[in-house]
């Protein structure tokens, strides 16, 4: 069974960093791209960030790139997403999701909420 | 970027009723349309993907259709666990991006 774990969001100061963390198993994960997609409250959803598979491509949506960087440690099947000089806008809960950057995302942890106020 | 419009924003409909909500995007998109279900403090879920093809252990009764920039999700007999949101994206290009959502709320 396929099973993704989010953790590491919190309340976070505007201008402040956090890291989240996404375990992975139940599938090989490093033949998979992954990706984090966020949703702030009573919102939809978006895109932020993919990773491929065994390569080093990385992909960022405009709104985070320069700010966010996405990452994996295939030996611990884990997904990692630093977030520095956080802001107001990126309040929302974020997921990770088996998939890459042109793709559907077929599988989904719980989520966690990241909230960024002073 | 392309843009994924949802009509309606919401719905409400009845057990049993048919239902189908559209996506429009704004350039041709080869099918490559997914739909997703989220329900309140869930993840979303993917249901459809490639336009047509239903997600392993999805009901029957969820359907998709559509070509070009059209798209459209169907319940042909609304039950009491699909009410929920529904979202539409695309993954022709990038960024991916995801349409609004509508939500389908009990009558």
């Known amino acids: 069974e396929v099973q993704l774990l989010e953790s590491g969001g919190g309340l976070v100061q505007p201008g402040g960093s956090l890291r989240l963390s996404c375990a992975a198993s139940?599938?090989?994960?490093?033949?998979?791209?992954m990706s984090w997609v966020r949703q702030a409250p009573g919102k939809g959803l978006e895109w932020v960030a993919s990773?491929?598979?065994?390569?080093?491509?990385?992909f960022y949506a405009d709104s985070v790139r320069g700010r966010f960087t996405i990452s994996r440690d295939n030996s611990k099947n884990t997904l990692y997403l630093q977030m520095n000089s956080l802001r107001a806008e990126d309040t929302a809960v974020y997921y990770c999701?088996?998939?890459?950057?042109?793709?559907?995302?077929?599988?989904w942890g719980q989520g966690t909420l990241v909230s960024v106020s002073s | 970027d392309i843009q994924m419009t949802q009509s309606p924003s919401s719905l409400s409909a009845s057990v049993g009723d048919r239902v189908t909500i559209t996506c429009r995007a704004s350039?041709?998109?080869?099918?490559?349309l997914a739909w997703y279900q989220q329900k309140p403090g869930k993840a979303p879920k993917l249901l459809l993907y490639a336009a047509s093809s239903l997600q392993s252990g999805v009901p029957s009764r969820f359907s998709g259709s559509g070509s070009g920039t059209d798209y459209t999700l169907t319940i042909s007999s609304l039950q009491p666990e699909d009410f929920a949101t529904y979202y539409c994206?695309?993954?022709?290009?990038?960024?991916?991006?995801f349409g609004q959502g509508t939500r389908l709320e009990i009558k």
């Open positions: 990773f491929n598979g065994r390569g080093v491509d990385t």
């Open positions: 139940g599938f090989t994960f490093s033949n998979y791209a």
């Open positions: 999701a088996k998939g890459g950057w042109v793709d559907y995302y077929d599988y």
């Open positions: 350039q041709g998109i080869r099918n490559s």
């Open positions: 994206q695309h993954y022709y290009s990038t960024p991916i991006t």
